[in-house]
């Protein structure tokens, strides 16, 4: 084993949200492998399935994470988040990295440290996805750098950067777009210091009551209970006066009173007093509770 890899902590530094100033001191007393010495550790993962040597060879690359995730900190995500997400990044590169590729391991890593870092950016940087094909995840990470050089875009300035990222120019004004656009919590209204009111998406995203889901569900009980009590009620009537009720009211085609006096053979008024006493007793069945 190496002076190096002897010299090398016996565990991961703690990273968290306490501790963040701490873990960056750390890493960067962590020492830095030579060529030579990573050769050797690599060897000895690849021959003998060495867990030490792959430990060592992490260790002394995670101060090139810490520096790569610095470079996003623009974003509003908490680095030693996006810190993390490249350690795993760089564990994959040592899982993937063979020797034949001639070259170190932290320029071979920091593709996939990046790649880490992307897709966690992308995942949580908004509640909807802002970027999902190639050429949006390209523009992403890249219009931001433009934007803060032409601030904003002018027609030449928009094919320049379609030019320059060889995508679409409709694909660049798409990005610009989504990019200024913010999370908004659904249900909550606060005041500026001017005493202006930003509205919430719960004011204006229902067009009317009958649109709202919690008015359209009560609606459905309500009518489920008015159903079930109509045919409780009629239940509580007599045969005739059922279909009294029903032949005036209840079918497609409603029954006057002179047909239904002469299907009887009583008068009209009769057939009114039928029906009205009816009603009452069917009342009690036809209320909803509050």
């Known amino acids: 084993m190496t002076a190096t890899a002897l010299a090398m902590p016996t565990q991961l530094p703690v990273l968290s949200s306490g501790s ?49 995730a610095r470079s996003y900190m623009g974003y509003g995500l908490p680095l030693e988040d996006l810190i993390q997400q490249g350690n795993i990044g760089l564990m994959k590169s040592v899982k993937r990295f063979n020797l034949d590729h001639e070259v170190r391991l932290v320029t071979f890593a920091v593709h996939w440290i990046k790649a880490e870092i ?9 509640i909807v996805k802002v970027a999902t094909t190639k050429a949006q995840r390209k523009l992403f990470f890249n219009l ?37 656009q913010f999370d908004t919590a659904y ?27 919690a ?29 009294i009720v029903q032949s005036r009211w209840l079918g497609d085609h409603k029954t006057g009173l002179k047909e239904l006096s002469e299907k009887y053979g009583v008068s009209m008024e ?3 007093q039928i029906e009205s006493k009816s009603f009452e007793k069917m009342q009690p069945y036809l209320e909803i509770e509050a």
């Open 215 to 243: 008015w359209v569900v009560a609606d459905e009980e309500v009518t489920d209970i008015q159903a079930n009590g109509l045919a409780t009620a009629l239940a509580s009537l007599d045969e005739r006066a059922r279909d």
């Open 118 to 126: 992307h897709e966690y950016i992308l995942k949580n940087w908004k």
């Open 20 to 68: 963040l100033q701490s873990y960056l001191d750390s890493v960067q007393r962590i020492p830095v492998l030579t060529k030579a010495e990573e050769v050797e550790l690599f060897r000895q993962l690849r021959d003998d399935d060495d867990l030490d040597a792959a430990r060592t060879i992490i260790l002394s690359h995670l101060r090139y994470v810490a520096y790569i």
């Open 144 to 180: 931001r750098k433009a934007k803060d050089k032409l601030g904003w875009f002018s027609h030449e300035e928009v094919n320049r950067v379609a030019e320059d990222l060889n995508v679409k120019p409709e694909d660049v004004m798409e990005m610009e777009s989504r990019l200024g």
């Open 270 to 272: 009769r057939i009114r």
């Open 187 to 213: 249900d909550m209204t606060v005041a500026d210091d001017d005493d202006n009111f930003f509205a919430s998406p719960s004011l204006y995203l229902v067009s009317g009551e009958k649109d709202d889901p």
